[in-house]
C-alpha cells in the first residue's frame, strides 16, 4: 500500500475522479485486512492531535507541560467514534456493504488532513508562522472535515444526499460530544 496512491484515492473519493482518472476504488484496497489497517491510521490522529494540542498550550502559558493523558484519552475516543456512528448508520439504513469501504477511505483521509493540521501547527511551533493565521488554517481545515464526512457518506456509504448531510452532522455532532464530555471532567 502506497500512502501516495491511498492520497490521490481520498482526493478521487472527494471530487470525483479527477486525479489520475481512475475510480477511488482503484487506489484503495477495500478487502477485510485492509479495514484493520486503516487503524493505523488512526492511531496516527493521536501523534498528530498532540502538536495541535503542543501549539495551544504553548500559545497559552508558553510552557511545555502538556496533560498527555487526557489528550490521548479524548483524541482516542474522537477517533472510535466514527466507526461507532458508521457501524451504527450502516444497519439502521441496510448500507452494511458499504461500512469497510467508508471507514476505511474516511480514516485515511482525516489522518490527510490532521497531518495538513500538524504541519500548519508545526510552522508555528518553530517560529515560521504567527499563532493566528496557523490557528485559522487549522481551524477551517478541521471544520473541512464536515464536509470531508458528508462526501464520503454520499460518494463511498452511497447515501442519499439528505443522508449524507445527517450522516456527516451526527459524525460532527458526536465527536463534539465527546470532547465536550472530556473536557468538562477535567476542567470543570
Known amino acids: 500500500m502506497s500512502l501516495l496512491k491511498v492520497f490521490k484515492g481520498s482526493l478521487n473519493a472527494l471530487f470525483g475522479n479527477t486525479v489520475g482518472g481512475k475510480a477511488w476504488e482503484s487506489d484503495f484496497d477495500l478487502t477485510a485486512p485492509a479495514l484493520s489497517r486503516s487503524f493505523i491510521a488512526v492511531a496516527a490522529y493521536v501523534p498528530l492531535g498532540l502538536v495541535a494540542a503542543y501549539a495551544a498550550v504553548k500559545y497559552n502559558d508558553n510552557t511545555s507541560h502538556i496533560p498527555y493523558g487526557p489528550i490521548v484519552i479524548t483524541l482516542t475516543l474522537i477517533a472510535l467514534t466514527f466507526p461507532l456512528i458508521a457501524y451504527v448508520l ?16 474516511r480514516n485515511w483521509t482525516v489522518l490527510f488532513v490532521l497531518m495538513l493540521i500538524a504541519a500548519v501547527l508545526g510552522l508555528y511551533l518553530i517560529g515560521l508562522l504567527p499563532f493566528f493565521p496557523a490557528y485559522v488554517i487549522a481551524l477551517t481545515l478541521y ?8 462526501r ?4 463511498v456509504a452511497e447515501f442519499d444526499w439528505m443522508g449524507a448531510i445527517f450522516a456527516g452532522i451526527l459524525i460532527s455532532a458526536a465527536t463534539m460530544m465527546v470532547l465536550s464530555l472530556i473536557i468538562s471532567q477535567y476542567i470543570g
Open 90 to 105: 450502516c444497519m439502521v439504513f441496510d448500507k452494511m456493504q458499504r461500512f469497510r469501504p467508508w471507514v476505511i477511505v
Open 152 to 155: 464520503l457518506a454520499w460518494k
Open 143 to 150: 471544520i473541512g472535515t464536515l464536509a470531508i464526512d458528508i
